[in-house]
C-alpha cells in the first residue's frame, strides 16, 4: 500500500455530463498515472503526470483532460462520457528509491449509461 | 510501437504443479520489467521489477527471471490462494509502463 486513494470506487453516470475522478497520494511520489482496464485490452496509459502541472499524453487520452494542482492529486476529467468510457479506471504512482516499484489505487468502476 | 505479449492467457494448475508464464516484449530502451498480481475487483499488487538480462528475484514460490527478449514468472508447488491474474509491464523512456494482458492462472486444491 502506498497511500494511494481513488474516489469515487463506483459511478453510474449519463452520456453527455462530465466526470471527475480523483486520485491522491500520501507519500508525495512526482509520478502519477492513469490506467482504464478493459476485457480483451489490458490496461491501457491514459495520461500520466511527472510533476506540479506537468502532463503528457498515454497511448487513449482522446476523450480524457487531467490536472494536477498539487503534488498529491491527479484528476481525471471525461469532458462529455460517453458509453465506451464505461471502464475501471486505475491510477499509480511510481517510486524511484532504491529500486523501481510502481502501485497502483483500489479503482474507480465507472459506468455511463 | 512498444509491445508487452503474455502467454498462456489462461493456466490451470493442480496444487504443487509447478509452471512458468511467459512475457515476451518488444520496446525499445527497456528501463523495467514489472511483475503484478491481480485480484478480482483489486489493483494490482506489485511483485518485482527486474533489470537486466540474467537477473532474478524471488520472492515466497514466485520466481522472476529476465533475458534480452522475455521474462518468466516461475510458480514452484502453487497454492490454490496463488489463483490470480498475473500482470506483465516495460517501463521504456518517459516513464511509461505498457502492460501485457496478463495470464490467468487457477490452481485447484
Known amino acids: 500500500d502506498a497511500g494511494i486513494t481513488q474516489s469515487p470506487r463506483h459511478k453510474v453516470t449519463e452520456t453527455g455530463t462530465p466526470v471527475t475522478l480523483r486520485c491522491h497520494q500520501t507519500?508525495?511520489?512526482?509520478?502519477m498515472y492513469w490506467y482504464r482496464q478493459d476485457p480483451g485490452h489490458g490496461l491501457r496509459l491514459i495520461h500520466y503526470?511527472?510533476?506540479?502541472?506537468?502532463?503528457d499524453k498515454g497511448e487513449v487520452s482522446d476523450g480524457y483532460s487531467v490536472s494536477r494542482s498539487k503534488t498529491e492529486d491527479f484528476l481525471l476529467t471525461l469532458e462529455s462520457a460517453t458509453s465506451s468510457q464505461t471502464s475501471v479506471y486505475f491510477c499509480?504512482?511510481?517510486?524511484?528509491?532504491?529500486?523501481?516499484?510502481?502501485?497502483f489505487g483500489q479503482g474507480t468502476r465507472l459506468t455511463v449509461v | 510501437e512498444d509491445q508487452v505479449t503474455q502467454s498462456p492467457e489462461a493456466l490451470r494448475l493442480q496444487e504443487g504443479e509447478s509452471s512458468s508464464l511467459n512475457c515476451s516484449y518488444t520496446?525499445?530502451?527497456?528501463?523495467?520489467l514489472f511483475w503484478y498480481r491481480q485480484d478480482p475487483g483489486k489493483g494490482p499488487e506489485f511483485l518485482f521489477t527486474l533489470y537486466s538480462a540474467g537477473e532474478e528475484k524471488e520472492k515466497e514460490r514466485l520466481k522472476a527471471t529476465l533475458t534480452k527478449k522475455e521474462s518468466f514468472l516461475h510458480i514452484t508447488a502453487p497454492k490454490p490462494e496463488d489463483s490470480a491474474t498475473y500482470l506483465c509491464?516495460?517501463?521504456?523512456?518517459?516513464?511509461?509502463?505498457?502492460f501485457g494482458e496478463g495470464t490467468q492462472l487457477t490452481v485447484n486444491p
Open positions: 503526470s511527472y510533476g506540479v502541472k506537468d502532463t
Open positions: 509491464a516495460a517501463s521504456t523512456s518517459g516513464s511509461r509502463l505498457t
Open positions: 520496446v525499445s530502451g527497456l528501463r523495467g
Open positions: 507519500e508525495n511520489h512526482r509520478y
Open positions: 499509480a504512482i511510481r517510486t524511484f528509491n532504491l529500486d523501481t516499484e510502481a502501485f
